[in-house]
């Protein structure tokens, strides 16, 4: 059974940073490549950062390109999620999962930017 357990969210102000961190099981996490994911209050969940199997390669879009960093640990099957210069917009709620999705999904970790 597939397991996603996020955690690292919280409440900070804008241009603050948070860590977030995505213990897995169920699978084998060096295998996939994965993905953090968000949603906010009325809109659709969106990837915001991938990285291969090995972390050799990242991806993210644009409007998050040089504030957020996905890096991964093997040896712990953890997936993590460093954001730098946070904004209002980037509230949501915080997801893992594999780049191409499993069905299930954790619980997800919420984080809030404001003053």
Known sequence: QVQFVES??????????????CTTSGFTFSHY???????????????VASISTAGGSTDYPDDIEGRF????????????????SLKPEDTAVYYCNAAVPFEGWGKGTQVTVSS
């Open 8 to 21: 690292g969210g919280g409440l900070q102000q804008p241009g603050g940073s948070l860590r977030l961190s």
């Open 33 to 47: 490549a994965m993905s953090w994911y968000r949603q906010a209050p009325g809109k659709e969940r969106e990837k």
């Open 69 to 84: 960093s996905i890096f991964r640990d093997n040896a712990k099957d953890t997936v993590y999620l460093q954001m730098n």
